[in-house]
């Protein structure tokens, strides 16, 4: 499959969600409140596959994936496991058959009521089981692992899982709403919240480069005294990883009059860390 098709397929897939976009947004039912240990396969591909049952049906295997916005069921599991109907309409898009819940899923001894899902057959899930010889039937996405504190043993291969009382938000409909709402253009300042005394300029590596130089010292300033030079690159400013000149405001926005910070400058080829305590002032 080449990157244009992965780029249609993306774009596909984004334009289906958007048009199924859930309207739950409750704080989760579960089954108990200890933690429960599950086992999970890894696969070729280093996605992590779990077994499971919906409404009491199956198992079926699904995809582990925090990065899903959503909880996705195949057609066919759908059908099988009583969550729609098989005569539910389909979209001419994906056979998408829209939003539905899950009554019950059980992952061994894990089990969720109440589980909104959006049914339809994902391509690369498809392309992904076709490759691995064996049908993969959904994705277990946000609206699963929001209700979880979820631990992760990769050499043990389990998951586990402790409830916690969180409220599950619509993501898909957040962003179908900014997508769709008034476009703002905002302006961010950046400016010290005290005065340094010194002048930088922009690196001649760009962001590739190790640092943002320091074109002028003033006397008598905080950067003198503490012993800033003209010709240091500044690398780190209290912690924060400085590659422009806008990494460098930005910096010292968060850096209050009379707080001690350290600055990470390179000075003929050598690293230094000096200290500076900025003071009130222009």
Same mark, same amino acid.
């Given at each position: 499959?080449?990157?244009?098709?992965?780029?249609?397929?993306?774009?596909?897939?984004? %334009?289906?969600?958007?048009?199924?976009?859930?309207?739950?947004?409750?704080?989760?039912?579960?089954?108990?409140?200890?933690?429960?240990?599950?086992?999970?396969?890894?696969?070729?591909?280093?996605?992590? &596959?779990?077994?499971?049952?919906?409404?009491?049906?199956?198992?079926?295997?699904?995809?582990?994936?925090?990065?899903?916005?959503?909880?996705?069921?195949?057609?066919?599991?759908?059908? *099988?496991?009583?969550?729609?109907?098989?005569? %539910?309409?389909?979209?001419?898009?994906?056979?998408?058959?829209?939003?539905?819940? &899950?009554?019950?899923?059980?992952?061994?001894?894990?089990?969720?009521?109440?589980?909104?899902?959006v049914v339809f057959d994902h391509p690369i899930l498809k392309a992904l089981?076709?490759?691995?010889?064996?049908?993969?039937?959904?994705?277990?996405?946000?609206?699963?692992?929001?209700?979880?504190?979820?631990?992760?043993?990769?050499?043990?291969?389990?998951?586990?899982?402790?409830?916690?009382?969180?409220?599950?938000?619509?993501?898909?409909? *957040?962003?179908?709403?900014?997508?769709?709402?008034?476009?703002?253009?905002?302006?961010?300042?950046? %400016?010290?919240?005290?005065?340094?005394?010194?002048?930088?300029?922009?690196?001649?590596?760009?962001?590739?480069?190790?640092? &943002?130089?320091?074109?002028?010292?003033?006397?008598?300033?905080? %950067?003198?005294?503490?012993?800033?030079?003209?010709?240091?690159?500044?690398?780190?400013?209290?912690g924060r990883w400085t590659a422009s000149v806008a990494d460098v405001y930005?910096?010292?926005?968060?850096?209050?009059?009379?707080?001690?910070?350290?600055?990470?400058?390179?000075?003929?080829?050598?690293?230094?860390?000096?200290? &500076?305590?900025?003071?009130?002032?222009?």
């Amino acid at each position: 499959m080449n990157q244009t098709t992965h780029k249609l397929l993306a774009l596909t897939l984004t %334009a289906a969600l958007l048009a199924a976009a859930p309207s739950w947004a409750q704080s989760p039912k579960e089954g108990g409140d200890k933690k429960v240990t599950v086992p999970f396969q890894l696969l070729l591909s280093n996605h992590m &596959v779990v077994r499971a049952k919906v409404n009491g049906k199956g198992p079926y295997r699904f995809v582990f994936d925090l990065g899903a916005p959503i909880t996705l069921l195949s057609n066919r599991a759908a059908e *099988d496991s009583g969550t729609i109907k098989e005569n %539910a309409p389909r979209s001419f898009l994906l056979n998408m058959r829209g939003e539905a819940e &899950v009554k019950s899923l059980e992952i061994g001894d894990l089990k969720t009521e109440k589980l909104p899902v959006v049914v339809f057959d994902h391509p690369i899930l498809k392309a992904l089981g076709d490759f691995l010889g064996r049908p993969l039937d959904g994705i277990m996405g946000y609206t699963f692992f929001a209700r979880y504190k979820t631990t992760i043993d990769y050499q043990a291969r389990r998951m586990t899982f402790e409830p916690v009382n969180a409220k599950i938000r619509n993501l898909m409909q *957040d962003l179908q709403a900014r997508l769709a709402g008034p476009k703002e253009q905002k302006h961010r300042v950046l %400016a010290p919240s005290a005065f340094w005394g010194l002048n930088v300029g922009a690196p001649s590596g760009g962001v590739s480069s190790r640092g &943002v130089p320091v074109t002028a010292v003033w006397p008598d300033t905080p %950067a003198a005294d503490a012993g800033l030079k003209a010709g240091d690159i500044v690398s780190v400013l209290d912690g924060r990883w400085t590659a422009s000149v806008a990494d460098v405001y930005a910096a010292t926005t968060g850096v209050s009059p009379g707080r001690a910070v350290e600055v990470v400058v390179l000075r003929d080829g050598k690293e230094l860390t000096l200290t &500076v305590t900025p003071r009130a002032g222009l």
